[in-house]
C-alpha cells in the first residue's frame, strides 16, 4: 500500500506512537486521517485532514459510531492500549482482564467493525502494533505479555480470514518506545516516530510483519532455540 491519497483510521491518536502514526501519514500524503482517542478534544487538529473521533476500546458503541462515521476508511491503524503492570499469579484479576480486553477483545472489535468497510473499498490495509512481549514473558509484565501474545495470533488469523478480500494485514512488534506508557523505565528507548515509519515503510513493500528494532530482531530468533538459555538470559538483562 502507498500511504499517498488514502483515507487512514489511527486508534490512540491523542498521544505517544498513535501521534506520530497521524504525523507520519500525514507527511506521506495520505488524503484523510481519523484521529481517535477515548477523549477526541485532546487531539491536536492543526492540518484539516485530521478528523478527531470518540473511540474507545472498551465501548462498543463507540466502535460501532466510529465506524458509521468513518465509511471510507482504507487503512485501520490499532495502536490503542495500556499497561497495566499486572502479574498473573498475585495481580488484581480485574486488572488482567482489562489487559485482555483492551489489547485483544477491544482491537478485534475494531477489526470486525471495520473489515467490511476496508472490503468495500477496495481491501485496503489493518496495522496492529504488537510487542517483542508477545513472544515472551518479563518480570512485572505478565498480564500484558500475555494480552500481547494472545493480540499477535489474533492478527495471524485475522490476517488469514481477510486474505479473500483483498486487506493485507501487518503486525509491527517493538521493545521500548519513548512515550508515556514507558514512563520510568531505564532500558533503552527508540523514537516513537521510527514505529510509524517502520510500519508504513513495510505497508509500501507489503510486509505482513515489522520488526522494528534490534532487540525485537534478537527476541525474534532467540525464542526458536533453547528456551531455558534465552530466560536465563531474560532474567539477567531485566532483572527477575
Same mark, same amino acid.
Given at each position: 500500500m502507498n500511504v499517498q491519497d488514502q483515507i487512514a483510521l489511527v486508534t490512540g491518536a491523542n498521544r505517544g506512537i498513535g501521534r506520530q502514526f497521524v504525523l507520519e501519514l500525514l507527511d506521506r500524503g495520505a488524503a484523510k486521517v481519523y484521529a481517535t482517542a477515548r477523549?477526541?478534544?485532546?487531539?491536536?487538529?492543526?492540518?484539516?485532514?485530521?478528523?478527531?473521533?470518540?473511540?474507545?476500546?472498551l465501548d462498543s458503541e463507540s466502535v460501532a459510531e466510529a465506524a458509521a462515521s468513518a465509511a471510507d476508511v482504507t487503512l485501520?491503524?490499532?495502536?490503542?492500549?495500556? &499497561?497495566?503492570?499486572?502479574?498473573? $499469579? #498475585?495481580?488484581?484479576?480485574?486488572?488482567? #482482564?482489562?489487559?485482555?480486553?483492551?489489547?485483544? +477483545?477491544?482491537?478485534?472489535?475494531?477489526?470486525?467493525?471495520?473489515?467490511?468497510?476496508?472490503?468495500?473499498?477496495?481491501?485496503?490495509?489493518?496495522?496492529?502494533?504488537?510487542?517483542?512481549? &508477545? +513472544?515472551?514473558?518479563?518480570?512485572?509484565?505478565?498480564?500484558?505479555?500475555?494480552?500481547?501474545?494472545?493480540? +499477535?495470533?489474533?492478527?495471524?488469523?485475522? #490476517?488469514?480470514?481477510?486474505?479473500?478480500?483483498?486487506?493485507? $494485514?501487518?503486525?509491527?512488534?517493538?521493545?521500548?518506545?519513548?512515550?508515556?506508557?514507558?514512563?520510568?523505565?531505564?532500558?533503552?528507548?527508540?523514537?516513537?516516530?521510527?514505529?510509524?515509519?517502520?510500519s508504513l515503510d513495510g505497508l509500501a513493500d507489503g510486509a505482513i510483519e515489522v520488526l522494528v528494532d534490534d532487540w525485537t530482531t534478537w527476541v525474534n530468533a532467540s525464542v526458536a532455540g533453547d528456551r531455558a538459555a534465552f530466560y536465563a538470559r531474560i532474567t539477567e538483562l531485566l532483572g527477575s
Open positions: 477523549r477526541p478534544e485532546t487531539i491536536p487538529t492543526d492540518d484539516p485532514r485530521v478528523v478527531p473521533l470518540r473511540l474507545d476500546l485501520l491503524v490499532n495502536n490503542a492500549g495500556i &499497561s497495566t503492570g499486572a502479574t498473573l $499469579v #498475585r495481580g488484581e484479576l480485574a486488572e488482567i #482482564r482489562r489487559e485482555m480486553d483492551t489489547h485483544f +477483545w477491544g482491537t478485534l472489535e475494531v477489526i470486525r467493525a471495520f473489515s467490511p468497510i476496508l472490503g468495500a473499498n477496495g481491501g485496503g490495509a489493518i496495522v496492529n502494533v504488537l510487542s517483542a512481549l &508477545s +513472544w515472551f514473558a518479563a518480570p512485572g509484565a505478565g498480564a500484558y505479555a500475555a494480552a500481547k501474545a494472545a493480540e +499477535w495470533n489474533m492478527t495471524n488469523g485475522v #490476517r488469514l480470514e481477510l486474505a479473500a478480500q483483498g486487506t493485507l $494485514v501487518q503486525g509491527v512488534l517493538l521493545g521500548a518506545a519513548d512515550t508515556d506508557i514507558m514512563a520510568g523505565y531505564e532500558g533503552p528507548m527508540i523514537p516513537p516516530r521510527q514505529v510509524a515509519q517502520s
